[in-house]
């Protein structure tokens, strides 16, 4: 009868554990990253409103009424605007041919961009190592390590910041960056014929189109996928006949012109300068990615995440120092393959005991991130139903401008509103005199602006307030105060003790 050597049993012995560790280790990870999905899709249902959704559902509301033409989406001009992408294009005409208002296609949206951004991710990291663990291990970096501080930018994949942009193009964009990615490194990898490479100029030109700061982070991780690969002269003879397709794309395109945008950065530089507060406080957990990818350079002074973090880094760190804070954009450069490089080290490093290391240094450091993003929780549960201490991470929605359809405001007429009216009112089809948002297309915003504030400003003669809505074709007003012109009759009140006051004759 055959025995086991006093040599080979006690291996088998440890290693049977060993295996049962990794497998419960996968199924949590996995469980955990599930639940998160399962939580992003509830929101979805919600779709809380903050931040550029008026834009956006805005845009939709343009392209809904006239595909071809829809002019500025903010105001009544017939000017061009970047937010009309191949995909919001889509969107508005899905809303238009089947009469779904532009808030349930946005909730379809955030399905199509979840559902891209989770599938981009999974296919991407399993170009990075085949462990079945290391896509929900990565999915959960994403979202979880952050920093200690609440931090919500389109963009920008932390859970609660997701939570609010999910809908927006931003997220639509970097699911296809991450699938991008993911195609290009099995390209360079067997050397693909002639026909894949104008795929991938195709694609990289719609991501650059549907979102122009996102389309910088996915080419600079395109970079760093042909930097590690150093594919041979053939490869990069293909190379060059996608990437030429692609301008080609980013130059027909009809709705505004794509490179115009070079020289129309300067009036969004204070809007970014904020992505360069607080870094500790906000990104403070990626550290732990950091050193990750301070181990995979060790081991491969061209490991692609360590030189797709060292572009990343580059181009922020340039934007900071020299004043062009739009710049920041490029931040998710480094975030990502920081954040992913700590996953990948829970299932990549050498030793057992050092891959323990990491999985518990990670499991802390997302841990610590969930309880800052806690108060996601409150989207679908709402702030009543959260434990105190939950709670106070919450922060609730915009109410909305709905209130002033009911009163009789239409499409296409003309509100009078200062900033925080103006990012919501457009969204529901009126337009107002000054764009809430910055606009790069429109001339005369400056002026627009200007007119706003002497309406409201309390030193303004009546008859130069009665002038200003003469010239803008002004049908409504919101004000925060009570009005006594003659000429403005009260509608409706609505939250926050805004008011609405009908222009008459």
Known sequence: MHTASPDTAPERRTRAPGRSV????????????????????????????????????????????SPTHPGDPLVDAGTPSPYYSPWTLLLGIVSGLTGLSVFVVLRLAALAGLGLLVTGVHRYVRTLTPHRAAPALALLSLLLLWGPALFEWSGFLGLNSLALTVSYPSVFALGLAFHFW?????????????????????????????????????????????????PPGAVLLRLGAGLLLGLVVLWLWPYYDFFALFSAGTGLEAVHRPLYRDPAGRFGLVLIGVAALGARWRRDHRDPLVLFFALGALVSAAGGLTGHYSWGRALPAALIP???????????????????????????????GAWTQAGTLGYVLGRDRLPGVVADKYRAPWAGYQWIMRAGVRYGDVVMARTSAARQIPAYGPYTVAPGYPDVFLGDAGRREAAVERYFSAGTAAEERRGILREYGVRWVVASRAAAEPWLRKTAAGPGGHVLYRVVP
Do not use: N
Not at 202 to 220: R, S, Y
Not at 347 to 367: K, Q
């Open 22 to 65: 990794a497998r419960a280790g996968r199924v949590l990870a996995q469980a955990a990253a599930a639940l998160l999905v399962v939580l992003l899709l509830l929101v979805v249902v919600r779709l809380p409103w903050a931040g550029d959704l008026g834009m956006h559902a805005a845009t939709l509301q343009r392209l809904r009424h």
């Open 182 to 230: 993911a195609w290009l490194t099995r390209a360079v990898r067997q050397e693909a014929a002639w026909g894949v490479w104008p795929g991938l100029g195709a694609l990289w030109a719609l991501i650059l189109l549907c979102h122009q700061f996102t389309g910088v982070v996915a080419t600079l991780g395109a970079l760093a996928v042909l930097l590690a690969a150093r």
């Open 338 to 368: 920081a954040q992913l490089a700590a996953a990948l080290e829970v299932v990549s490093a050498g030793r057992r005991a050092v891959r323990r290391g990491w999985a518990c240094a990670l499991l802390a450091a997302l841990a610590a």
